[in-house]
């Protein structure tokens, strides 16, 4: 667990250098969460700094990740058409087939292939990343936004970075 800040606002000024190992930043990583509170939705957007290697790191997947996500795709795929056909052929079978419930039969099947997809593209393949790579995406994380006194809530690995964005943004 890292060091936990509050601060007034989502235009947050950071240090001049890379908040992963404090070198001098030459990119800005695009750090975004969407927070729901009710009907509505508020999405923080940082451009936090970050070494040219570290953003490499953060943006680029490894070889396993993507190995990863290549197996989602084509699990998701192979289970999106079994219950496609399935329904498809159930239908048949029990006299209720037409174009219409072939149609009908390919949102289920749509509905396993994008849950399959986006699970092991976003939930699985980011825990095989390198080390690095997730020291680096997890450098800075938005944890909690409070809409009505405007405060966000961020975590960072490194406290020495955590207490530098402090007194960068501090109003007094």
Not at 136 to 144: E, L, Y
């Amino acid at each position: 667990m890292g060091t936990r800040i509050r601060l007034r606002g989502t235009k947050i000024q950071f240090p001049q250098g890379c908040v992963v190992c404090g070198q001098p930043a030459d990119c800005d990583y695009p750090l975004e969460r969407t927070l729901s509170y009710g009907s509505r939705s508020v999405t923080i957007q940082l451009p936090v700094p970050m070494c040219a290697a570290h953003y490499d790191l953060a943006v680029q997947p490894d070889p396993l990740e993507r190995a990863i996500e290549h197996a989602g795709l084509a699990t998701g795929a192979l289970l999106g058409v079994v219950v496609t056909v399935s329904l498809i052929l159930y239908w048949e079978s029990s006299g209720q087939g037409g174009w219409l419930n072939d149609l009908i039969a390919l949102v289920p099947g749509a509905g396993i292939f994008l849950a399959v997809w986006m699970g092991a593209k976003y939930g699985l393949a980011p825990y095989f990343g390198a080390p690095l790579a997730r020291s680096a995406r997890r450098a800075v994380q938005i944890r909690r936004y409070f809409p009505i006194t405007q405060e966000l809530e961020l975590e960072f690995i490194n406290e020495r970075v955590a207490q530098a964005v402090q007194r960068a943004n501090s109003t007094e």
